[in-house]
Structures are given as C-alpha cells and as structure tokens.
C-alpha cells in the first residue's frame, strides 16, 4: 500500500513537472511593447507572480518616459513591496495595479525588484 501511494505521487509530481515545462513561455518585452499615451509616455504591465516579474527586462529608447504598471498576482511577502529604480519602497497590494514612472537611462539599464531582493527586472536602454 505504502509503495502504491509512493508511486502514485512520483507520477504526479513527474507530470505537473512535465507541464510547467510544457506552458509557453511569454514572449520578451520590445521596444513596442505596451500602449503609448497621448503625452507620449509608454505603458507596460509587468505581472508580479510566481515566475517574479513578467516580462522582466523591458527595453526602452534612451530617454524614454515609461509608466511600468505592476500588478501583484501572488501571495506572499516577498512581492508584497517594490524596490524602484530610483531605491523607494511600493507596496504591491494584492490585484491592484500599481503605476510607477521609469525614464530610460541614456545607455545602460536601472534595476526594480521586490522588497527582498528575490526577484528582480532592469530597465535597458536599446538603440532603435
């Protein structure tokens, strides 16, 4: 009975594993990525779940205003905060998209992540 129940699950596990590796990976950010306002500023949605920060390296021309809007997908503390590229601390609360204006540095990338530094995306200034 133990054996049977230990087999069991090893199929189980093996499977869901089988499946993350299978799940399309989302495609990276561009230069085009995102909607662009009327006052010229480019928004991109980053998700804050299980896989950290989706995408997670957005590009940008240098010097270009960007609104990153994050939203928070998952519980937990770690995501729970925001650390800007200019070093202040964003609470993410849970579903509740949160604005956050980057500019583009003129070469180069900045750097966001959550409050503990376990996940992190940058900011990298392209060439068009």
Same mark, same amino acid.
Request: hydrophobic share 40%; charged share 25%.
């Given at each position: ?11 189980? *596990?093996? &499977? ?7 799940? $399309?990976?989302? =495609?990276?950010?561009? %230069?085009?990525? @995102? ?38 997908? *998952?519980? &937990? ?7 800007? $590229?200019?070093? =202040?601390?964003?609470? %993410?609360?849970? @579903? ?33």
């Amino acid at each position: 009975m133990v054996r049977a129940v230990l087999a069991l699950s090893l199929v189980l *596990v093996a &499977g869901c594993n089988d499946k993350a590796k299978d799940a $399309p990976k989302p =495609k990276p950010a561009t %230069l085009s990525t @995102g909607t662009v306002g009327s006052d010229g500023v480019r928004t991109v949605a980053i998700e804050a779940g299980s896989d950290g920060f989706v995408p997670d390296r957005i590009p940008g021309k240098p010097g270009e205003k960007l609104n990153l809007k994050f939203t928070r997908t *998952v519980e &937990g503390e770690c995501l729970a905060e925001l650390k800007t $590229p200019d070093g =202040k601390l964003v609470a %993410l609360p849970m @579903g509740k998209p949160v604005d956050v204006a980057v500019t583009v540095p003129a070469n180069g990338e900045v750097k966001f992540a959550c409050g503990m530094d376990m996940f992190a995306g940058v900011v990298v200034a392209e060439k068009s």
